[in-house]
């Protein structure tokens, strides 16, 4: 019977470690596979028409983790699907509250395709990895 239990409690702690590693509440923080990426809400179609539009307006779903203060997002808008610095046309970084941006719809030229990408990030450094949505404007 003394041997059973030091076994039985050892199986435990091997069950319950292995559980909340898998859930990613263990381990390193730092490790950007433990901070949610962010689901993008709109604009998700293909095409977007700003007919008689001032604005087009981006959302996305708030994300709630108890025990990481201080998140933001990083929203940048590329022209093209390329994210890189020379087609990055609009950058804004919000707080964790923000779970919206309007943008004026003259930036957007008719027919030309846009990608926009949201981060989140925490004070730490730690950062998601990017959702993006790629959509073709019409006018």
């Given at each position: 019977m003394k041997k059973i239990?030091?076994?039985?409690?050892?199986?435990?702690l091997f069950t319950y470690s292995n559980?909340?590693?898998?859930?990613?509440?263990?381990?390193?923080?730092?490790?950007?596979?433990?901070?949610?990426?962010?689901?993008?809400?709109?604009?998700?179609?293909?095409?977007?028409?700003?007919?008689?539009?001032?604005?087009?307006?981006?959302?996305?779903?708030?994300?709630?983790?108890?025990?990481?203060?201080?998140?933001?997002?990083?929203?940048?808008?590329?022209?093209?699907?390329?994210?890189?610095?020379?087609?990055?046309?609009?950058?804004?970084?919000?707080?964790?509250?923000?779970?919206?941006?309007?943008?004026?719809?003259?930036?957007?030229?008719?027919?030309?395709?846009?990608?926009?990408?949201?981060?989140?990030?925490?004070?730490?450094?730690?950062?998601?990895?990017?959702?993006?949505?790629?959509?073709?404007?019409?006018?």
């Open positions: 239990i030091p076994i039985t409690i050892i199986l435990l559980c909340f590693a898998q859930l990613g509440l263990g381990g390193s923080i730092g490790r950007r596979d433990h901070v949610p990426q962010p689901r993008l809400i709109e604009p998700i179609t293909d095409k977007v028409d700003l007919t008689g539009k001032d604005m087009l307006e981006f959302k996305w779903s708030p994300h709630e983790a108890k025990g990481m203060p201080g998140k933001y997002y990083d929203l940048r808008l590329y022209k093209g699907y390329e994210m890189v610095e020379g087609t990055l046309i609009f950058k804004k970084r919000l707080s964790g509250r923000e779970y919206k941006v309007e943008v004026e719809s003259d930036v957007f030229e008719n027919g030309q395709v846009y990608t926009w990408s949201l981060r989140l990030g925490y004070r730490g450094g730690d950062k998601s990895v990017r959702s993006t949505q790629s959509f073709k404007i019409i006018k």
